[in-house]
């Protein structure tokens, strides 16, 4: 993981992370340096909690500035500074969430705060992110403070280390602060006094003791108005500082932690009223329905295949078992790893393009790159199949993923199937499903990618209208924006067709057909061959499905399907596997051993086969 990366390269004994639920209290946890292995596990049951991690260790377990060890280490909460844009590029660098950054730079020495805030000044990033005791987002979590549940990406981890020495002498040195003499706020009051509000007039001439609980947020507020109404940086701490709100008198550090907060709301204001999520924490700065529709920049759909996938959207490709649904989508792949153009009512071509496909149950040497081969695909460098299986929901794991996803810039990603990567959501709930299903789409949307999931259709689901067959609850179809289902022709039984059951970005296209010859070639009797058919002009997808309902169908049908889907090719099952994958869907054990029977395939131990 590497926040324990990052640890372990720090003194100190204790190192910490804190966490909050919705609005709740931040509450810190501590983890001593021989006990990092178990980091990894905290922050997993923790997931449904916004994550933060301190980036030097302490030496005792309170996450105070007399406990803080000085790290071999500098970082910044860069905000929108992208770290690839300053001058002294990061050594690690994370996307917080859409459009801002967070930087760390590995240092061969032991730095100060004050080295920290002159780094953190240069770049223009946030000046009240310099601190011992600061803490940032964990890479890997999600911060929900976002309606659209950004996940906390890795940018890179392999940036430069910096000399302690060298980086003393290129940094600028930061200018004097103007003095913080109490005794001047009667004149700086003075001064602004025309300038303010009534009601922060009354602030600083009240010198009751304030209630107790709300010292926070008034303080914040002030520091606010004073850089509102043009006090410098000097005189407003010199205000702040003789103010009843105070929060930081007597403290040996008092200066230092009231020019942070002027320092934020400098920053603040620096930024502008762009309206941000971020910081709607801040409560009476946010502006509800700040923003209208004269304010919002149109933007338009990025089609990889119109009206098929897009990037930064989530695709279903869904069908029976056995109708070539894998066979489809590493066809798309095909053409899009060449920048081929694919059939479409609005032609398009694209430059040839990364496929990064997930897909446990194909095998890559004996499946996808003969299919890939047999079909003419050239550029196989640009196709990325990943055979080990992971979880959307498994933090480490996906933060490594998408470390890959930021280098190699997809522009699709297929999970094939969908179930095998939901980890311990159940597909049926959807209170569970629907959080998985946003992980999905967050990958589509941070790395302008399409995602592409195929699913089965549940069996017995014939009766159904089309975009309620798909396994699972109807979440599923409900968060994403584009559903290809797969059937066969009622006049052909060899002939396959595809078309949309859910299209909420452009109107719905005509069916298109397609089919498979499994004996392709007589130099290779297992090869075969996919040829895009024909658009069904005058024909909707759902008047097709319809005629073949008609027809009836059985459970032995649907074993059936199921039976060819799993045993394609010269593919084995475990005999376990096989009834596993049948429990799942909804066949039973009698009707699969007849399906197995009439099918005519093989048992070589514990293991089925088609030959």
């Not at 990025?302 to 897009?310: G, I, K």
């Not at 052909?492 to 298109?512: A, H, I, R, S, W």
């Not at 909804?586 to 399906?595: D, F, P, Q, W």
Request: hydrophobic share 35%.
């Amino acid at each position: 993981m590497i926040i324990t990366r990052i640890w372990r390269r720090q003194p100190g004994t204790w190192f910490c992370i804190s966490t909050k639920k919705g609005r709740g209290t931040w509450l810190d946890s501590w983890f001593h340096k021989e006990k990092l292995h178990t980091v990894a596990a905290f922050v997993e049951r923790h997931r449904d909690c916004d994550v933060y991690f301190c980036p030097h260790g302490f030496s005792a377990k309170r996450r105070i500035k007399e406990n803080a060890v000085a790290p071999h280490l500098l970082w910044s909460d860069m905000d929108e500074a992208h770290p690839d844009k300053v001058k002294w590029r990061p050594s690690f660098a994370f996307e917080s969430s859409p459009g801002r950054y967070v930087g760390l730079w590995v240092m061969d020495g032991v730095v100060t705060e004050e080295l920290n805030r002159r780094l953190v000044y240069a770049i223009g990033a946030d000046k009240s992110g310099w601190d011992f005791g600061q803490v940032l987002r964990v890479p890997g979590t999600i911060n929900y403070k976002y309606a659209s549940l950004p996940r906390t990406r890795i940018m890179w981890s392999d940036g430069p280390s910096y000399n302690v020495e060298e980086l003393k002498t290129q940094l600028p040195r930061e200018e004097k602060a103007e003095s913080y003499d109490a005794s001047d706020a009667a004149e700086v009051y003075r001064k602004f006094e025309r300038k303010m509000k009534a009601s922060v007039r009354r602030e600083c001439t009240n010198k009751k003791e304030p209630p107790e609980g709300s010292r926070s947020e008034m303080f914040m507020k002030l520091a606010h108005e004073f850089v509102e109404v043009g006090m410098s940086r000097g005189e407003a701490v010199t205000l702040l500082k003789a103010n009843r709100w105070n929060k930081y008198r007597g403290r040996r550090d008092e200066d230092a932690l009231i020019t942070k907060t002027v320092d934020k709301a400098i920053n603040k204001g620096v930024r502008g009223s762009r309206v941000d999520v971020d910081e709607r924490d801040d409560g009476p700065d946010y502006e509800w329905f700040g923003q209208s529709l004269a304010d919002v920049e149109e933007q338009n759909i990025d089609w990889l295949w119109y009206p098929y996938l897009a990037r930064g959207q989530v695709t279903i490709l869904e069908g029976p078992p056995g109708l070539g649904k894998s066979y489809l989508a590493q066809m798309i792949a095909g053409h899009i790893i060449d920048g081929k153009s694919l059939p479409s009512t609005r032609e398009r071509r694209i430059a040839p393009s990364r496929v990064l496909y997930c897909d446990l149950e194909n095998s890559v040497a004996s499946v996808t790159k003969k299919r890939i081969t047999w079909n003419g695909f050239k550029r196989q460098e640009n196709y990325f199949q990943e055979e080990r299986p992971f979880s959307v929901d498994d933090i480490e794991v996906m933060e490594q993923i998408e470390e890959r996803l930021g280098k190699l810039k997809p522009a699709i990603v297929v999970f094939d199937t969908m179930n095998t990567y939901l980890g311990r959501a159940d597909a049926f709930k959807a209170h569970e499903i629907t959080q998985t299903m946003t992980r999905f789409r967050q990958l589509a949307e941070q790395y302008q990618c399409a995602v592409v999931l195929v699913r089965h259709l549940t069996k017995g689901s014939r009766d159904r209208d089309l975009i309620e067959r798909g396994q699972g609850s109807m979440s599923i179809a409900g968060m994403a924006r584009l559903i290809i289902q797969v059937g066969r022709m009622p006049d052909d039984e060899d002939v396959k067709v595809f078309g949309m059951v859910k299209n909420n970005l452009t109107k719905f296209p005509m069916p298109m057909t397609f089919t498979i010859d499994e004996k392709a070639s007589k130099e290779d009797p297992d090869s075969s061959k996919f040829t895009w058919g024909e658009w069904q002009k005058g024909r909707t997808f759902e008047e097709i499905m319809a005629t073949k309902k008609e027809e009836g169908g059985s459970a032995l049908d649907d074993a059936k399907d199921f039976v060819r889907d799993q045993l394609s090719g010269k593919t084995e099952v475990s005999n376990a596997a096989l009834h596993e994958a049948a429990e799942r869907a909804s066949i039973r054990a009698a009707t699969l051993k007849r399906a197995l029977e009439v099918l005519g395939a093989k048992k070589s131990g514990s293991r089925w086969s088609m030959t």
